[in-house]
């Protein structure tokens, strides 16, 4: 994957369809290739990984994985998180 091609997906994904809060495409590791949420040289200069997070391991085993209504962090929106992908509804 090339980052700087994921990155610039994301940026037009999000400009078309808007409304998300974080979208990001992870490695098989669990580091970021692209964020929504920060640029991507910082992006690729982190080393956190999203490895213990139950989703990101339910994933990567390829088992289904929809999470109970959760609300945003700035309140206004309601989400199921599906395998690490957000569908989003407003609050």
Known sequence: MEPQKVYSTILSFTK????????GVYRADGRAVAESVRGLEETLKSQE?????????RAIRGDEDISDPIRSGNGRRIFHRDCGTNLEFEA
């Open 49 to 57: 990984t999203c490895t213990e997070q139950g989703y990101f391991q």
């Open 16 to 23: 078309h369809w808007g409304g998300f809060e974080r979208l």
